[in-house]
């Protein structure tokens, strides 16, 4: 029987359902993660928090929990914004756990300045996870272990304790995972997703990043409620 490889959400779904049906437990970066049939969702959220609750309603209508990993320097989003800030509190009351996308460079500088920021406004935000942006290498991940934030989201993944998994540039690196040896040998899995590949419109991961840029910068909603007046004798 085939199977849905698509980056799509019915191929989510079905990727999900496989993982269940091989007998895997869905579990947390601050969880004890067990040496076989454990699998840790992670997403960093780079472009389109709207994209995230989309696939955090998604999880939640099929019993899956993950951890939403959001930036506070996206060119793309701003996480205080009205609208932006109620998505990650439903992403939170979903049933998942959010922590912070860090940057490289602040990574090396001061990688608890978001971090803090971050908690400061969603008092819910895990404070001892955090992944960090388009690190380069792992050899540089490595570097970054002192901090226990980043250690608990990587140091399995450097050990080979687990399988890493990555849709990274829309597309998996190694292989589709019910294509690889991972379900099984049944070892435990940390699976990174970034949410745009899987319910953005398009066919390819290009035409994905072009239509969801293609959005308003601002919600209409929270221009009208910073310029009321000028909404008020324009658009009424």
Do not use: C
């Amino acid at each position: 029987m085939g199977f849905d490889n698509s980056f799509t959400k019915s191929g989510y779904r079905m990727l999900m359902e496989a993982f269940k049906n091989s007998g895997y437990n869905f579990g947390t970066f601050n969880g004890n993660i067990s040496n076989q049939k454990s699998l840790i969702i992670r997403h960093d959220i780079d472009i389109d928090l709207g994209a995230a609750l989309e696939m955090a309603k998604l999880e939640n209508e099929i019993g899956v929990k993950s951890t939403y990993f959001i930036s506070m320097r996206s060119p793309f989003y701003n996480p205080f914004s009205a609208s932006n800030a109620n998505r990650i509190k439903d992403i939170n009351a979903l049933g998942h756990d959010v922590g912070t996308h860090i940057g490289t460079k602040l990574a090396y500088e001061n990688p608890f300045e978001d971090i803090k920021i971050l908690q400061s406004n969603f008092p819910f935000l895990n404070q001892h996870i955090a992944t960090v942006h388009h690190p380069g290498s792992m050899d540089a991940i490595r570097d970054l272990q002192e901090y226990a934030a980043i250690k608990s989201t990587y140091a399995q993944i450097l050990d080979n304790s687990v399988d890493y998994i990555s849709d990274s540039t829309g597309k998996w690196r190694y292989g589709h995972p019910l294509e690889s040896n991972t379900l099984h040998t049944r070892k435990s899995v940390i699976l990174l997703t970034h949410p745009i590949w899987w319910v953005a419109a398009g066919e390819t991961p290009f035409e994905k990043i072009t239509n969801a840029l293609k959005k308003d910068a601002l919600e209409i909603a929270d221009v009208e409620n910073f310029l009321p007046t000028f909404f008020k004798d324009n658009y009424r």
